[in-house]
């Protein structure tokens, strides 16, 4: 239940800041940081069980049957990541109630980050692969939100589509990666997937489930070639930055691989994809950073670099490389965010990001500049900081690895250039900003330090950078210890986190890192010469041509494929279904089976002749509509009467009412139409149709004999057997809507409610004439609502509505059920409205029914939501048998909740519709009637 409330506590907590945001920022900001503070408490309470090496999990099945189950866990990894998220998501609370203006929206950019931070500690807390894609994309789409909150800029809303279009894109091959890995496993909970590497590896779909799994990961830490979408992502307010760069957003990927590390690591191509990518992206990062002159771009670019070094130490095959992942992990987090806010501060007060302009800032800014100094310093991997342990310990790895063999030099080499680039770019940061002149056409002169509670999270993180750097034995080794032990799944290997080993290779590397990085940048300017000469590449407009020219292929294809006939749609959808089923039954060496057909009597044949009759006679009088309809209707009798000559009275009672519901929308719709359907099809195209036509009608009457001819073996047994046991109910048809199959269900009557208020909003506002006549120039009758009908139908609502309650009841043992009975409810209203008017009936019915569809699926679902209270799988039923006086025994079952909200969501559903419809002649004509 604590993790439940880890998870959940940011989405319900997301409701407060719109609720709060007239009370004032101050009000509004505490509500924000009411539920993640309250988590993180939840969080600490927890940590000693994960420090004395207890694994928490928490699974509540759902989705069984598919392995979906709702299960968290929480180990040290998760513990790590969700302290980074809660706790840095904390801060930025606090940073952005005052970088952010009096003008913008913050109760919607305060609910926008808790849904962002429930996304992110629900991937992190996933003990279902499944579970954890879900909330995995949820972080796409909130991260959307919150990069194009500033909505009317086109750059936050060209970096937004970017960021989303390419994660999304790698969310997809990740749900691709993780069904493999399920069904390598049979599973999609962690603890059995972690304990199957050795089953995964040597599976022969491995190399398929390993590139899926990493184009996933991949994308989301913009790991090349993805990379380019994070630096165009700063279009986002800068505490946004802060929190997706340092602990969020970016994280997701590199948390990805150290979870699946035990199951997808190990491995040559593990090593060599991992290991590669990450080294590319940890130079590319380096030297692009370098030539930025936007200060969050030079950001951007740094935290790509320092991804790739994650990614690269996740892919070396060294015994302490995974830990130093981990290490880094936390450091990155705290000297990232601390910069990026310092960054606010400095474009918060001088109006610029520009580096060529915001010279000088240490006169003006003197506070800040000690805090953004001394973080910079972190990245640069300055001793006593703690950047500088978790590079040295990567340098050190970099040293034992061998993935080139003879050219294995290469890797630390590149690594030692790297860190090159990172101290010119991180010195670059400090002189450029805080020193080198004055500052040049400020929009905001003269700068000054920005309010106090301003500067407090980057104080703190500032202070964790010093404190982890001079005693990590005494700060960060328990979690570090925790976090790494749960990545690699296994013993965790000896070393050491002094600040001090010697002289050694590593720190050797660090002094060449440290000097060159400084003569890198005293001579940086005929490397800024020679980086202007090359040619400008604009990601965003590669990015957005290549958008365009998918719309345009798209528009193309969809040219050639839709072109606005209905005619060819059908053809072409006919033809299909005709060669699947042509090539289905070609194999077979004759289409006749063992088994017998059933005799037909007299009676059955007749109704058979007269139903291909109407299907044919309708397709004869098409372009006469209402004769259509009217033969339309004989059909759908003759289905009904079938339905209850083969022992199926429930599908004969909806067959029946849908037939007086499809009547009804109809000539409600034909009613604005003409009566005639002109002529269109060329004798070519009338030719084709009936070959086409024929061929399918052939086609499938083999493949319906071919079925009947032959055993085969149905669930009606199962259904049969398990009616009374499993669901309480005799009326087999009932209980699996309502129970077997009620999820099926909860989905159907979803769709309808959806769809009515799709027509409800298509058709809001329309106003249609009424023809007058009809196309001989008869004149209508006068009387809208003829006397005798208005009298039948008051007699028959209150019968017709006692019947519905009838059928309503007896569902669950008896032919019936909410569906039959909802339509039998809407067959009576629109009598009503048909013999009295709309005005009339809403004037003595003022029934609102939008709100009965929504209470219908409200109702469902909580009924589904309810067998959660017991420990159940969603929408299990339950039932029993009561005794009461005079009355005797009876059955109640939560079924009948379920079809209640089946009934309300038919009726409502079906009156918003037809009563839609019925509104739409408010306007007389005088002329005669529409062509």
């Given at each position: 239940m604590e993790l439940l409330l880890i998870v959940g506590l940011p989405f319900l907590g997301a409701l407060l800041p719109i609720l709060f945001e007239r009370h004032g920022r101050l009000a509004c900001s505490l509500a924000t940081a009411a539920a993640p503070l309250l988590a993180l408490g939840i969080l600490l309470w927890l940590a000693p069980r994960v420090f004395a090496g207890e694994l928490l999990l928490v699974s509540q099945p759902w989705l069984a049957q598919l392995g979906f189950n709702l299960s968290l866990r929480l180990d040290g990894l998760a513990l790590l990541f969700a302290l980074l998220i809660l706790g840095i998501g904390l801060l930025v609370i606090l940073y952005a109630r005052y970088y952010l203006s009096e003008r913008e929206a913050i109760g919607r950019?305060?609910?926008?980050?808790?849904?962002?931070?429930?996304?992110?500690?629900?991937?992190?807390?996933?003990?279902?692969?499944?579970?954890?894609?879900?909330?995995?994309?949820?972080?796409?789409?909130?991260?959307?939100?919150?990069?194009?909150?500033?909505?009317?800029?086109?750059?936050?809303?060209?970096?937004?589509?970017?960021?989303?279009?390419v994660t999304g894109g790698g969310g997809l091959a990740l749900l691709a990666g993780i069904l493999l890995i399920g069904h390598i496993v049979g599973s999609f909970e962690l603890s059995v997937v972690l304990a199957a590497g050795e089953q995964i590896r040597a599976h022969a779909l491995y190399p398929v489930a390993l590139v899926l799994v990493l184009l996933g990961a991949f994308t989301k830490s913009a790991q090349f070639p993805f990379h380019f979408w994070l630096p165009h992502a700063m279009a986002a307010p800068t505490p946004v930055s802060a929190y997706l760069h340092s602990a969020t957003m970016v994280k997701a990927g590199v948390f990805l691989l150290a979870r699946l590390y035990p199951a997808l690591a190990d491995s040559e191509l593990w090593f060599y994809l991992v290991s590669l990518t990450g080294l590319t992206t940890l130079l590319v990062g380096a030297g692009m950073a370098l030539f930025q002159h936007d200060l969050k771009g030079l950001l951007a670019f740094s935290t790509i670099s320092h991804l790739g070094l994650i990614v690269l130490?996740?892919?070396?095959?060294?015994?302490?490389?995974?830990?130093?992942?981990?290490?880094?992990?936390?450091?990155?987090?705290?000297?990232?965010?601390?910069?990026?806010?310092?960054?606010?501060?400095?474009?918060?007060?001088?109006?610029?990001?520009?580096?060529?302009?915001?010279?000088?800032?240490?006169?003006?800014?003197?506070?800040?500049?000690?805090?953004?100094?001394?973080?910079?310093?972190?990245?640069?991997?300055?001793?006593?900081?703690?950047?500088?342990?978790?590079?040295?310990?990567f340098f050190g790895e970099t040293l034992q690895q061998h993935l080139l063999g003879s050219f294995s030099w290469v890797i630390p080499a590149a690594a030692t250039l790297a860190g090159v680039f990172s101290v010119a770019y991180s010195l670059r940061f400090i002189h450029d900003v805080f020193f080198n002149g004055e500052p040049?056409?400020?929009?905001?002169?003269?700068?000054?330090?920005?309010?106090?509670?301003?500067?407090?999270?980057?104080?703190?993180?500032?202070?964790?950078?010093?404190?982890?750097?001079?005693?990590?034995?005494?700060?960060?080794?328990?979690?570090?210890?925790?976090?790494?032990?749960?990545?690699?799944?296994?013993?965790?290997?000896?070393?050491?986190?002094?600040?001090?080993?010697?002289?050694?290779?590593?720190?050797?590397?660090?002094?060449?890192?440290?000097?060159?990085?400084?003569?890198?940048?005293?001579?940086?300017?005929?490397?800024f010469r020679w980086y202007a000469g090359l040619p400008e590449v604009d990601a965003?407009?590669?990015?957005?041509?290549?958008?365009?020219?998918?719309?345009?292929?798209?528009?193309?294809?969809?040219?050639?494929?839709?072109?606005?006939?209905?005619?060819?749609?059908?053809?072409?959808?006919?033809?299909?279904?005709?060669?699947?089923?042509?090539?289905?039954?070609?194999?077979?060496?004759?289409?006749?089976?063992?088994?017998?057909?059933?005799?037909?009597?007299?009676?059955?044949?007749?109704?058979?002749?007269?139903?291909?009759?109407?299907?044919?006679?309708?397709?004869?009088?098409?372009?006469?509509?209402?004769?259509?309809?009217?033969i339309l209707g004989v059909g759908g009798m003759l289905v009904a009467l079938a339905f209850a000559r083969l022992s199926a009275p429930d599908l004969a009672l909806t067959q029946l009412v849908v037939e007086v519901v499809t009547i009804i929308l109809l000539m409600l719709a034909l009613f604005y139409l003409p009566s005639r359907t002109p002529s269109e099809s060329s004798s070519l195209r009338g030719l084709r149709d009936v070959v086409v036509a024929g061929g399918c009608g052939v086609m499938v009457a083999l493949l319906v004999y071919v079925v009947l001819t032959r055993p085969y073996a149905g669930l009606a047994p199962f259904f049969l057997a398990n009616s009374v046991s499993g669901g309480g109910g005799t009326n087999v048809v009932n209980v699996i809507l309502v129970d077997f199959r009620g999820f099926d269900t909860l989905g159907e009557i979803t769709v309808l409610a959806i769809a009515a208020v799709g027509i409800l909003a298509m058709l809001d506002g329309l106003r249609l004439h009424n023809p007058t006549c009809d196309p001989q120039g008869r004149r209508w009758a006068w009387a809208k609502n003829p006397l005798i009908l208005m009298t039948l139908s008051r007699l028959l609502l209150p019968l017709?509505?006692?019947?519905?309650?009838?059928?309503?009841?007896?569902?669950?043992?008896?032919?019936?059920?909410?569906?039959?009975?909802?339509?039998?409810?809407?067959?009576?209203?629109?009598?009503?409205?048909?013999?009295?008017?709309?005005?009339?009936?809403?004037?003595?019915?003022?029934?609102?029914?939008?709100?009965?569809?929504?209470?219908?699926?409200?109702?469902?679902?909580?009924?589904?939501?309810?067998?959660?209270?017991?420990?159940?799988?969603?929408?299990?039923?339950?039932?029993?048998?009561?005794?009461?006086?005079?009355?005797?025994?009876f059955e109640l079952a939560t079924a009948m909740l379920f079809d209640l909200g089946v009934y309300l969501t038919v009726v409502g559903s079906t009156q918003l519709i037809l009563t839609r419809l019925g509104k739409l002649s408010l306007v007389p004509a005088a002329s005669k009637e529409i062509h």
């Open positions: 950019f305060f609910a926008y980050l808790l849904l962002f931070m429930g996304a992110m500690l629900g991937v992190v807390l996933s003990e279902n692969l499944l579970l954890l894609l879900t909330f995995w994309e949820l972080t796409s789409l909130s991260s959307f939100l919150l990069i194009g909150f500033w909505g009317a800029r086109s750059d936050a809303r060209k970096g937004a589509r970017m960021a989303l279009a130490l996740l892919g070396l095959n060294t015994p302490l490389s995974n830990v130093a992942a981990v290490f880094h992990i936390i450091n990155h987090a705290t000297f990232k965010a601390s910069l990026f806010m310092a960054a606010g501060i400095i474009d918060h007060e001088t109006g610029s990001r520009d580096m060529r302009r915001i010279n000088g800032m240490w006169k003006y800014l003197p506070h800040t500049a000690v805090l953004a100094m001394v973080a910079s310093s972190a990245m640069a991997g300055v001793p006593l900081l703690n950047g500088f342990l978790s590079k040295e310990m040049i056409n400020l929009p905001k002169y003269p700068p000054h330090e920005p309010p106090r509670y301003m500067k407090i999270p980057v104080e703190i993180l500032v202070f964790l950078c010093l404190l982890v750097g001079m005693l990590p034995a005494y700060t960060v080794a328990p979690l570090l210890a925790v976090a790494a032990k749960a990545s690699l799944g296994g013993v965790l290997p000896e070393y050491s986190l002094a600040i001090w080993h010697g002289f050694n290779l590593p720190l050797a590397m660090s002094c060449v890192a440290l000097v060159g990085g400084i003569l890198v940048y005293v001579g940086r300017q005929p490397l965003r407009m590669i990015f957005e041509r290549q958008v365009q020219n998918l719309v345009r292929l798209a528009t193309w294809l969809t040219g050639c494929l839709e072109n606005g006939s209905l005619q060819r749609y059908l053809s072409f959808l006919l033809i299909a279904a005709l060669v699947l089923v042509a090539s289905a039954l070609a194999p077979l060496p004759q289409l006749t089976g063992s088994r017998g057909l059933s005799p037909l009597d007299g009676i059955t044949t007749l109704g058979l002749l007269v139903l291909a009759a109407s299907g044919l006679l309708t397709a004869v009088f098409h372009r006469q509509r209402l004769v259509a309809l009217l017709a509505l006692l019947i519905s309650v009838f059928i309503f009841l007896r569902g669950h043992n008896l032919p019936g059920g909410g569906f039959i009975a909802g339509l039998i409810t809407a067959v009576a209203l629109a009598l009503q409205y048909i013999a009295s008017g709309v005005a009339w009936v809403e004037q003595r019915l003022p029934l609102n029914y939008q709100r009965m569809a929504g209470a219908g699926v409200l109702i469902a679902t909580l009924t589904g939501l309810g067998s959660w209270v017991f420990g159940r799988p969603f929408l299990t039923s339950a039932f029993g048998h009561f005794e009461l006086p005079l009355v005797g025994e």
